[in-house]
C-alpha cells in the first residue's frame, strides 16, 4: 500500500486562524455600525453616499433599533416641541429702540424631515427660524408706538408675530406652535413718561366717575324736591276756609262729646269756630 505525505508549510495554521480573527473582527464592527437607535420623540435622516443621498423617498426612522447598511449614516433629529428664547432689539414706529424678549414654540415637520436636512440643515434654528422670528418682529413692532406696545397692544403684537412669522416658515419645514412676549423693555425715560400718562389718564377717569356719581345724586334730589312740591301744590289747591271750618266744627264737636269739663263759646273765635274754655287752666 502506498504511502502519501501532504507537507504543510510551517506557520500556515496560525496565519489562517488570524485572518479568521480578523475578518470576524471586521464583520463585528460592521455590524454594530449597522445597528442604529432612535430614541424617544426623535426621527433619523439616512444619507446614502453610494445611492441617492439623502432619503427623501422614505419616512424617516422611527423611534426603536433599526439595521442600516455600514457605509450609510443616519442623522437622528429631534422631533418634540421645543423652545427657543429670544431677545431682540428693534425700532418703534417714532423710531425709537425696543428690547422685547419672547419664547418661540417650534418644532420640525416629521414628514419633511429629510427635507429639512437636505435643504436647510441641521442648523437650521440658526439658518432659519432665528432670522423668520426677527424679521416678523421688526415689521410688527414698527407699526406700534411705545406707548401702545407697552401698554394696550401686547397681545395684539404677540399674534400678529406669530402670524407673520408663519407666513415666513410657510415652505422651510419646521412647524411653528407659538410665539409668547414675556418683556417689553422701553427706554427709561419713555417709559416713566408712559407710566405718568397712564397714571393722570386714571385719575381723570376716577374724576370722571366721581362727576358722573354726583350728577346723578343731584338728580335724585331734583326729582324727589319736585315730588315734594307737587303734593305741596296739590294739597293747597284742596283746602278751602269752608273746608277748614268744617274741619274745626267736626273737631269741636268730638272735644264737646268727651267727659272733661269745658265751656264752649260758639261764634267767638277767628273766622267765626268755636272756642272751646277750660275751666280747670
Known amino acids: 500500500m502506498e504511502e502519501y505525505h501532504i507537507n504543510i508549510p510551517k506557520g500556515s495554521k496560525p496565519r489562517n486562524l488570524a485572518l479568521w480573527i480578523i475578518g470576524g473582527i471586521v464583520a463585528l464592527i ?33 423611534e426603536g433599533v433599526h439595521i442600516v447598511a455600514p ?80 401698554s394696550s397692544k401686547r397681545e395684539a403684537i404677540q399674534q400678529e408675530i406669530y402670524d407673520e412669522t408663519r407666513k415666513i416658515l410657510a415652505n422651510q419645514y419646521v412647524q411653528l406652535n407659538k410665539i409668547l412676549v414675556r418683556d ?13 400718562k397712564l397714571k393722570q389718564q386714571q385719575e381723570a377717569l376716577e374724576y370722571e366717575f366721581k362727576l358722573q356719581k354726583e350728577k346723578k345724586e343731584a338728580e335724585r334730589k331734583r326729582i324727589e324736591a319736585q315730588g315734594i312740591r307737587d303734593f305741596q301744590h296739590i294739597v293747597t289747591e284742596g283746602i278751602s276756609d269752608k273746608l277748614l271750618r268744617w274741619k ?21 273765635g277767628k273766622d267765626g269756630l268755636p272756642i272751646i274754655l277750660n275751666p280747670e287752666n
Open 30 to 62: 460592521a455590524l454594530l455600525n449597522s445597528v442604529v437607535t432612535i430614541g424617544p420623540g426623535e426621527a433619523g435622516v439616512i444619507f446614502r453616499p453610494l445611492g441617492m443621498g439623502v432619503d427623501t423617498v422614505h419616512p424617516p426612522l422611527s
Open 71 to 150: 457605509w450609510n449614516t443616519v442623522y437622528v433629529y429631534n422631533i418634540r416641541q421645543q423652545q427657543l428664547f429670544e431677545t431682540m432689539k428693534v425700532l418703534s414706529q417714532d423710531g425709537l429702540d425696543i428690547k422685547l424678549d419672547a419664547s418661540i414654540w417650534f418644532q420640525p415637520v416629521v414628514k419633511d424631515l429629510a427635507k429639512l436636512h437636505k435643504f436647510r440643515g441641521r442648523t437650521y434654528v440658526d439658518d432659519v427660524l432665528k432670522p423668520a422670528v426677527r424679521s416678523a418682529t421688526r415689521s410688527v413692532v414698527g407699526r406700534y408706538t411705545p406707548e401702545q406696545i407697552y
Open 184 to 196: 417689553v423693555t422701553l427706554p427709561t425715560t419713555i417709559k416713566t413718561a408712559i407710566e405718568r
Open 248 to 268: 274745626g266744627i267736626e273737631a269741636t264737636l268730638k272735644l264737646a262729646e268727651s267727659p272733661n269739663a269745658k265751656v264752649i263759646v260758639i261764634g267767638s
